[in-house]
């Protein structure tokens, strides 16, 4: 709490400058969709994962990136982690262990920093949850400490729900059925509750979306729930409050924990693509998620130059494990050895509140815009691992999986591990000057506080005492320079810094990262297409990395690096022809870090690649309108080889994967659409898991789907 003193000061200017010749539309209103009528980048709708200000992405000397309802819909993501993945440079997956991974400018998991609503989450609760009740998707590239507390070195990804809008009467409704019996029935309503002369205005919104599938691997069901309600209140002209609920079930039978690699284990990791659909798991393997959110958001304009919004909430959630999950073939690769039987629940909540103020002023006769507040939150999360070896071994052309407790040395039952509370109190201040017409410098500072209390429910020891306890107290920045040298085209350059407390229980400093970036944001061929370019060089200082060979464990590095560049465009050819991509290139690397060997021996990793990271990731997207009723597309994505390994003696293969689709509007609201994924039915792995082994993508899949609005 030392320095809060110095940062709420340099906030008390936020209403010491005077009020602002000129008025901002500060107005309170809740956030809505944003679709684009036409489609493109959306460089021009504000956002609010690249600054506090109410910027647009062209007007932010960042890399800002967005996946809008409308590019959800017509690329056909089925969760938020496909919309993700739709943006510049993201390679994002879901192997179960691991929630909701994500590989972004050269760093994963923790070091890239994932939020539902502006409210950041563990890393192990972004599992992909279906994409309905998502209004869209977020990405701010590089250090973004400064927006969303200590993390984020390598970017940050928000995930943003449906809410109340004012609307008098919306509804819409969606039905598919595909390949491995995978099915959906999702439903939106939007409806005013008052009459539109009553004084007080009530807008209400629900979404329900139910998705099911056999998968593709043997035995592995999935059966999840996902559900929205908000209620909008326009209490008074200038003041509104939104109540904002979701809730969000997901059950998985004989959960897929990966398909062993073949011996050798050097070089190009292969699997038996004869087997490469059975499922190693347990017959009564499990895992089970619930979430709940709730969210109370006032929004109030004090006058046409100073806002305010204010979001308390409350997270909840339980994961529960029963898996037996590593898998490896004996040295004649004619029997998997099976080992490691988990018996886990993860149960944990977050309470915080978030205040923004928004003000428009004159600071040396120049234009300036201020935003600033302060965030408290408490994380508690209780651990109840188990597990034991299990070894058990089965032929793959013909085996009884078997049941989780006739396994060797299993019993049931929880066993409480830990509970690692984290407090964490901020505040924050970011600024606009416009330095002219044409050139704006955009600055923040962010403090954090953050306690970590960890209590251990175990036998106590010398070397596991009761209680540990630790506090951190990282300052953050941005500067960024933007010049907007015609209407439609600026360039720009930004330096901005990230701080990170240590994963759980570890008792270290906090890291520390800094990033330099260049950029640019255009439109050309007379507003025809819209394009971004950006090139980064990113430094992050003493952290730790999840061990490749234990996801229990962690690995202590001294630094890693990455440079790159990331570009997306997008163009409408003709009036019937859309072209959209994006490619990222990455030159990712330890710059210093030193682990045991395989033998015990410590060896230098300087140099190399950090796993689960491709050199480059593209993806292309080509529609067709045909005529007014029939629109058709093809698209592309490639991701490049990773390693399995930090000493990148493994490797999966780089891939390709290819799709189309074929929609015919039946009417003016309906719509039904035809879709294949995996045209080529490649075989390839989404991440390089541990043992190792692949995680394997779906192959070739068929879906129709029927979509209608009113």
């Not at 978030?354 to 209780?382: C, K, P, V």
């Amino acid at each position: 709490m030392k320095r809060f003193s110095l940062l709420a000061g340099l906030l008390g200017c936020l209403s010491a400058n005077g009020w602002a010749q000129e008025t901002l539309d500060l107005a309170p209103v809740t956030i809505e969709a944003t679709s684009s009528a036409e489609p493109g980048l959306d460089l021009d709708t504000p956002i609010t994962t690249g600054s506090r200000l109410g910027l647009s992405p062209r007007e932010t000397p960042a890399s800002v990136s967005v996946a809008n309802r409308d590019s959800i819909e017509r690329h056909g993501a089925r969760n938020f982690q496909d919309a993700a993945n739709s943006l510049p440079g993201v390679n994002a997956t879901a192997p179960l262990g691991f929630g909701g991974f994500v590989s972004y400018r050269g760093f994963t998991s923790s070091q890239v920093t994932q939020m539902f609503n502006g409210i950041v989450v563990p890393t192990g609760l972004a599992r992909p949850v279906d994409a309905w009740i998502y209004d869209r998707v977020e990405l701010v590239g590089g250090p973004s400490s400064l927006l969303n507390g200590a993390g984020s070195v390598g970017g940050s990804l928000n995930y943003i729900t449906k809410l109340a809008n004012r609307q008098e009467q919306a509804a819409e409704g969606k039905i598919s059925y595909g390949s491995n019996d995978t099915r959906e029935m999702s439903f939106g309503l939007n409806h005013a509750l008052t009459d539109p002369a009553a004084d007080v205005q009530h807008y209400a919104r629900l979404d329900v979306s139910h998705n099911a599938s056999n998968d593709y691997i043997d035995r592995n069901q999935r059966d999840a729930w996902s559900l929205a309600f908000s209620l909008l209140s326009d209490l008074t002209p200038d003041l509104s409050h939104t109540l904002a609920l979701e809730y969000q079930d997901e059950v998985v039978d004989s959960p897929y924990w990966g398909t062993p690699v073949l011996n050798p284990k050097v070089g190009e990791l292969k699997i038996d693509r004869h087997n490469r659909f059975n499922n190693y798991n347990v017959a009564d393997g499990q895992y089970v998620q619930r979430t709940r959110w709730l969210r109370s958001i006032i929004d109030y304009r004090i006058n046409d130059s100073t806002s305010l919004r204010n979001t308390l909430y409350h997270l909840g959630t339980e994961r529960d494990y029963r898996d037996l999950e590593t898998y490896q073939y004996n040295p004649g690769n004619t029997v998997v050895n099976r080992s490691t039987a988990y018996l886990v629940r993860h149960s944990g909540e977050q309470n915080g509140n978030q205040f923004e103020l928004r003000h428009q002023s004159s600071l040396f006769g120049l234009d300036s815009r201020w935003a600033g507040g302060f965030e408290y939150r408490i994380n508690s999360t209780t651990n109840h691992p188990w597990n034991v070896p299990a070894n058990n071994s089965v032929t793959p052309d013909d085996f009884d999986p078997g049941y989780f407790y006739g396994l060797p040395g299993t019993r049931p039952g929880f066993v409480s591990d830990k509970t690692n509370q984290v407090t964490t109190r901020a505040l924050f201040v970011e600024n606009r000057l416009m330095l002219t017409d044409k050139l704006a410098l955009l600055t923040g500072l962010r403090y954090d506080d953050i306690d970590l209390d960890v209590t251990n429910h175990r036998v106590v020891t010398a070397s596991n005492p009761r209680h540990l306890r630790r506090s951190w107290e990282p300052v953050t920045g941005r500067a960024g320079l933007i010049y907007q040298f015609v209407p439609s085209a600026n360039v720009y350059v930004q330096y901005s810094t990230a701080a990170e407390q240590p994963n759980g229980t570890q008792n270290f400093d906090v890291s520390t990262g800094k990033q330099w970036e260049v950029g640019s944001k255009f439109s050309y061929l007379d507003g025809r297409g819209s394009a971004t370019a950006a090139a980064y060089h990113i430094v992050r200082r003493d952290f730790a990395v999840t061990d490749p060979q234990d996801p229990t464990n962690t690995l202590a590095v001294g630094q890693q690096s990455s440079r790159g560049i990331e570009l997306a465009s997008s163009l409408r050819i003709t009036p019937r022809l859309l072209a959209e991509g994006n490619f990222a290139w990455v030159d990712a690397q330890y710059d210093e870090f030193n682990e045991k060997n395989a033998a015990g021996v410590v060896v230098s990793r300087k140099g190399n690649t950090p796993t689960n990271v491709p050199e480059r990731v593209a993806n292309l997207w080509l529609t067709y309108d045909f005529d007014p009723r029939w629109q058709g597309g093809v698209d592309a994505r490639y991701v490049a080889k990773v390693y399995a390994d930090s000493a990148n003696t493994q490797y999966v293969p780089g891939y390709t994967l290819y799709g189309s689709f074929l929609s015919y509007k039946l009417d003016s609201h309906t719509t039904v659409t035809g879709r294949v994924r995996n045209l080529t039915n490649q075989v390839y792995a989404e991440f390089a898991h541990v043992s190792p082994a692949y995680y394997l993508g779906t192959p070739r899949t068929f879906e129709l789907a029927v979509q209608t609005r009113f």
